[in-house]
């Protein structure tokens, strides 16, 4: 009887967040193919306890260890010993033990890994598939970070994970059956670079739940005032949120502002960084921090920005809002990957102008803006299921559903 051992870098649950979002629903697929085997990490005791409550009756079996490798630390060792320091900071010796052990008790048939940073813990030599959804290639957004920032040591500490960590995909992707991305962007690059072809790189987009993320619900009042509203949602001490958010509420929000002066900005999501705390100084702002719920701030906006420089993949904040009948104004950046077309599902631009223009111009027509809501939604429904999304992980395990 088929089982599998599913290899995740945070436990799913909650799914709250874009990683642990893509994980559960993945998760999920995979129980109704077989039995599954979680071995997982988590960022905190209380992140931990929470995943197992939900998770342990649902598996085969389950084992969570809390993360404890320091920044700092993980660097001087991946130094050391020339690896990446993404696979130092999630590295357990424990949860390798743990891992040995299942593959040793001969049960374990199918392997999916999820996130590049699980593939340490892959045996070197098993029998049967191994699928390795590597979700983004995190190689290519070091390089990014390392042209951005030419300040020493962080540009050289950024070039060094690009490298490195581009030869270490490279070599896991050469074992895996297949590997999958995100989006046919990500899948398309990392053909490129590894040389493998679409039989052993393939792209399975994320989903929506759109019965979760459905705006007839009723939901709590929030984020009143009397200017019209723009939310942005996200993890809010992840590099590219917080480049996003000081771009729009330094140089954005004052352009809107100039044509709707009581225009409001909400930043909602947890872990706000000191620097995205300081941005509620500026006129208009609010940062929320954690919420125990997106959806009402969501409900809330009269529009919903997504003006990241830097994005891989596909953005689920996107999705959560176009199901919610959100209209949305994303750079270019936010919006690649997404199937739907800019002006009639959301409005895209690239620059401090251009974004400010796209959101005046929601702000001032509302039958349009409720328009290309309903456009959005609609797109949602019938694309991005997590279903339809997932299906092709039968066929790749060789796995009934």
Same mark, same amino acid.
């Given at each position: *009887?088929?089982?599998?051992?599913?290899?995740?870098?945070? /436990?799913?649950?909650?799914?709250?967040?874009?990683?642990?979002? !893509?994980? $559960?629903?993945?998760?999920?697929?995979?129980?109704?193919?077989?039995?599954?085997?979680?071995? /997982?990490?988590?960022?905190?005791?209380?992140?931990?306890?929470?995943?197992?409550?939900?998770?342990?009756?649902?598996?085969?079996?389950?084992?969570?260890?809390?993360?404890?490798?320091?920044?700092?630390?993980?660097?001087?060792?991946?130094?050391?010993?020339?690896?990446?320091?993404?696979?130092?900071?999630?590295?357990? +010796?424990?949860?390798?033990?743990?891992?040995?052990?299942?593959? /040793?008790?001969?049960?374990?048939?199918?392997?999916?890994?999820?996130?590049?940073?699980?593939?340490?813990?892959?045996?070197? !030599?098993?029998?049967?598939?191994?699928?390795?959804?590597?979700?983004?290639?995190?190689?290519?957004?070091?390089?990014?970070?390392?042209?951005?920032? !030419?300040?020493?040591?962080?540009? $050289?500490?950024? /070039?060094?994970?690009?490298?490195?960590? &581009?030869?270490?995909?490279?070599?896991? #992707?050469?074992?895996?059956?297949?590997?999958?991305?995100?989006?046919?962007?990500?899948? +398309?690059?990392?053909?490129?670079?590894?040389?493998?072809?679409?039989?052993?790189?393939?792209?399975?987009?994320?989903?929506?739940?759109?019965?979760?993320?459905?705006? #007839?619900?009723?939901?709590?009042?929030?984020?009143?005032?009397?200017?019209?509203?723009?939310?942005?949602?996200?993890?809010?001490?992840?590099?590219?949120?917080?480049?996003?958010?000081? $771009?729009?509420?330094?140089?954005?929000?004052?352009?809107?502002?100039?044509?709707?002066?009581? =225009?409001?900005?909400?930043?909602?999501?947890? #872990?706000?960084?000191?620097?995205?705390?300081?941005?509620?100084?500026?006129?208009?702002?609010?940062?929320?921090?954690?919420?125990?719920?997106? !959806?009402?701030?969501?409900? =809330?906006?009269? =529009?919903?920005?997504?003006?990241?420089?830097?994005?891989?993949?596909?953005?689920?904040?996107?999705?959560?809002?176009?199901? *919610?009948?959100?209209?949305?104004?994303?750079?270019?950046?936010?919006?690649?990957?997404?199937?739907?077309?800019?002006?009639?599902? @959301?409005?895209?631009?690239?620059? &401090?102008?251009?974004?400010?223009?796209?959101?005046?111009?929601?702000?001032?027509?509302?039958?349009?803006?409720?328009?290309?809501?309903?456009? &959005?939604?609609?797109?949602?429904?019938?694309?991005?299921?997590?279903?339809?999304?997932?299906?092709? @992980?039968?066929?790749?395990?060789?796995?009934?559903?």
């Amino acid at each position: *009887m088929p089982e599998i051992l599913f290899l995740v870098h945070r /436990a799913p649950w909650p799914p709250d967040r874009g990683d642990r979002i !893509r994980s $559960w629903h993945m998760f999920e697929a995979l129980a109704k193919l077989a039995p599954v085997h979680v071995a /997982a990490l988590a960022d905190n005791a209380a992140d931990a306890e929470m995943a197992r409550e939900k998770m342990a009756p649902l598996c085969k079996s389950l084992c969570i260890e809390v993360r404890k490798a320091s920044r700092p630390f993980a660097l001087a060792q991946a130094v050391l010993r020339g690896e990446p320091v993404s696979n130092r900071l999630f590295r357990s +010796t424990a949860l390798a033990r743990h891992v040995e052990t299942l593959i /040793a008790g001969g049960s374990i048939t199918h392997i999916v890994a999820f996130s590049g940073q699980m593939a340490q813990y892959l045996p070197t !030599r098993f029998d049967g598939p191994v699928i390795m959804d590597f979700v983004d290639v995190d190689s290519a957004k070091f390089a990014t970070y390392a042209a951005q920032d !030419r300040r020493q040591p962080l540009h $050289w500490v950024h /070039a060094r994970e690009a490298r490195v960590l &581009a030869d270490y995909e490279a070599e896991i #992707a050469a074992r895996a059956d297949a590997s999958l991305f995100v989006s046919a962007a990500e899948a +398309t690059l990392f053909r490129a670079r590894s040389g493998l072809d679409e039989d052993r790189v393939r792209a399975v987009e994320n989903g929506i739940d759109t019965e979760k993320f459905d705006p #007839a619900q009723a939901f709590e009042p929030v984020g009143q005032g009397d200017g019209p509203l723009a939310v942005f949602t996200g993890q809010m001490d992840y590099r590219p949120n917080i480049d996003a958010v000081r $771009w729009f509420a330094r140089d954005i929000l004052p352009l809107v502002r100039a044509a709707h002066p009581a =225009a409001r900005f909400a930043i909602v999501g947890r #872990a706000p960084t000191d620097e995205v705390r300081a941005l509620a100084d500026l006129p208009g702002v609010t940062v929320t921090g954690e919420v125990p719920d997106v !959806r009402p701030w969501l409900a =809330a906006a009269d =529009a919903v920005i997504a003006p990241l420089l830097l994005a891989r993949g596909i953005q689920n904040k996107l999705l959560e809002a176009m199901a *919610m009948a959100r209209p949305v104004v994303a750079s270019a950046a936010a919006a690649e990957g997404i199937d739907a077309a800019p002006g009639e599902h @959301l409005l895209v631009a690239d620059d &401090a102008p251009g974004l400010a223009a796209a959101l005046c111009a929601l702000f001032d027509d509302k039958a349009r803006a409720a328009a290309m809501g309903r456009a &959005a939604r609609a797109r949602m429904i019938a694309r991005y299921g997590w279903d339809a999304r997932l299906a092709p @992980l039968g066929e790749l395990l060789g796995l009934a559903a």
